[in-house]
């Protein structure tokens, strides 16, 4: 079983801290334009009004052009998760892939399934084009503190993933929801995955889960990704009253802390571990008393 994420109290990967720049980078950038149009502003306004309407009517006037450079800035701010927390992952979570050529983020989620189903679910579809605004406008303001737009966001898109037209649909958007509250599939074994983002590997006999793998890309790592899919898992164990047990076999790093790392990552998730096993690890649903408690 390998993890993605460097827990708080341990450096932090290059690629996460890449990422961390480039989101820094830019809402910094989208805020320096955002500023320049009000500069602009102030300036024609300081020549008077007849002269400031003047200004705003032409193609190439500095606020049009000014305008056109933060509206230009807005596609940033999504494929770089401008807005979202650090290491948890959520609504507003996301990165530019440079291996893969893409971004993963809600807005291409939505732009995707906007047209595939406009045909046949035209009001759940135009709750996705008003959920794409909502998200555009909401991440200059979660990044510089406000939440509450990211609650509204995170209830909008849980409303929307639990009413969608299919399977596929609800997994799409599900990707973009924290771990505890992407919704608890009927079948298990529809968690098991294996795209170019996320790898879940496990097989089930008879109460238990026996966890082989989770694998998260590496330009992905320190988002809390995986701390979501496990969290999910974890989750539709508990429902099914299933067991998980695994071992711990690091892919993220190679040194000799990265057994200690992920032995305390899946504590954190209600795992027993035994480092000197081989690093097994075993997890009781919450619904079924786990007698080694007591």
């Known amino acids: 079983m390998s993890e993605d994420q460097t827990p708080p109290d341990q450096p932090v990967p290059d690629r996460a801290g890449e990422l961390l720049q480039r989101r820094q980078q830019a809402l910094c950038n989208y805020l320096d334009a955002s500023a320049d149009i009000a500069t602009t502003r102030i300036r024609a306004n300081l020549t008077g009004w007849q002269r400031w309407s003047w200004i705003q009517r032409l193609p190439r006037s500095p606020v049009t052009r000014a305008t056109a450079r933060r509206d230009a800035l807005v596609r940033d701010l ?29 807005e291409d989620t939505l732009a995707e399934l906007i047209p595939r189903y406009a045909g046949t679910d035209a009001s759940w579809t135009r709750r996705l084009h008003a959920l794409a605004r909502a998200a555009e406008q909401a991440r200059p303001l979660a990044a510089v503190g406000d939440r509450a737009v990211v609650a509204d966001l995170t209830e909008e898109l849980l409303d929307l993933t639990r009413i ?36 879940v590997v496990f097989d089930i006999y008879a109460d238990t889960v026996k966890l082989d793998n989770i694998t998260v890309h590496p330009e992905l790592r320190g988002t809390g990704l995986g701390t979501a899919v496990l ?42 571990v035994n480092e000197r096993l081989g690093g097994r690890i075993a997890r009781s649903p919450f619904s079924i008393p786990d007698r080694a408690a007591h």
């Open 78 to 106: 999504a494929v770089h998760g401008v807005g979202a927390d650090d290491h948890r992952w959520g609504v507003l979570s996301g990165a530019y892939l440079r291996s893969l050529g893409t971004a993963l983020c809600l």
């Open 164 to 199: 969608a037209p299919d399977e596929a649909a609800r997994q799409r958007l599900s990707d973009h929801l924290p771990g505890v509250l992407r919704p608890v599939p009927f079948d298990i074994e529809a968690l098991r995955r294996s795209d170019p983002l996320v790898e």
């Open 231 to 272: 969290q999910h898992l974890c989750r539709a164990a508990d429902a099914h009253h299933l067991y998980i047990v695994g071992q711990l076999v690091p892919t993220f790093r190679d040194d000799a802390s990265a057994v200690p790392i992920l032995a305390q990552w899946c504590r954190r998730h209600g795992f027993a």
